[in-house]
Nanobody
Framework: QVQLVESGGGLVQAGESLRLSCAAS????????MGWYRQGPGNQRELVAQ??????HYADSVKGRFIISRDNAKNTVYLQMNSLNSEATGVYLC????????????????WGQGTPATVSS
């Protein structure tokens, strides 16, 4: 089974930075899109940033402050979050669209458990 494990969350002051990591493991043949979502108090999930084959997309609220990158050799995606404010508080979940070695014809989305980030003002 494909597993995604996030790390790097924590408690920081407004204006500080955090760097999140998400490592995918298991029977992976190839990963297409990898992305980060933020889950707020109402459990709604919003896309923060995603990267696919070199193309990146950011939510308007984080453009210019967050940077998403990936290391394909390590099946890992990163999110550098700078100039954080209280709106960034939430649980950050990683999502990857994967082609597994067990099914080379279908891509499936997988989610991690999330890493919490709290920004105090």
């Amino acid at each position: 089974q494909v597993q995604l494990v996030e790390s790097g969350g924590g408690l920081v002051q407004a204006g500080e930075s955090l760097r999140l990591s998400c490592a995918a493991s298991g029977p992976i043949f190839r990963i297409n899109t990898m992305g980060w979502y933020r889950q707020g108090p109402g459990n709604q999930r919003e896309l923060v940033a995603q990267i696919s084959e070199g193309d990146t997309h950011y939510a308007d609220s984080v453009k210019g402050r967050f940077i998403i990158s990936r290391d394909n050799a390590k099946n890992t995606v990163y999110l550098q979050m700078n100039s954080l404010n209280s709106e960034a508080t939430g649980v950050y979940l990683c999502r990857a669209v994967v082609l597994t070695t067990r099914s080379l014809t279908s891509w499936y989305p997988y989610w991690g458990q999330g890493t919490p980030a709290t920004v105090s003002s």
